[in-house]
């Protein structure tokens, strides 16, 4: 259930981030004040903690519906399948989120 539940919480984290990202690619593209802008809040504790929470959610949403995809097959229904796979989902989406974040702090990209 929480698995769920958080699936639904990260699609509306990704539509939030996307709108961020979107703002700051046309910001890019049209208007280089507001390209600074944009990247200075990206660049800020808050926008790093937010970037993070965008990878974690898209890497969190990805496994969990590859998990939804074996679920669609037939495999995967009994509780203890269940209860481990939703671990998994959050576990691996923890540990690349993390990987990204420090690879993007450490190699400059924010």
């Known amino acids: ?13 990704l539509y939030t981030g996307s ?10 593209a049209f208007h280089a004040p507001l390209y600074g802008m944009v990247s200075a809040v990206l660049s800020s504790p808050i926008g790093i903690i937010a970037l993070a929470g965008y990878s974690w959610a898209l ?8 998990r939804h995809l074996f679920w669609d097959v037939g495999y995967g229904f009994d509780l203890g399948t269940a209860k ?26 924010v």
């Open 19 to 28: 709108i961020l990202l979107t703002a700051w690619l046309m910001a890019a």
């Open 84 to 109: 481990k796979t939703a671990w998994l989902a959050y576990a691996f989406a923890t540990v690349l989120a993390l990987l990204v974040t420090v690879i993007g702090l450490t190699k400059g990209g």
């Open 59 to 66: 890497l969190f949403h990805m496994a969990n519906g590859i």
């Open 1 to 13: 259930m929480a698995a769920s539940i958080t699936h639904r919480g990260a699609g509306i984290a």
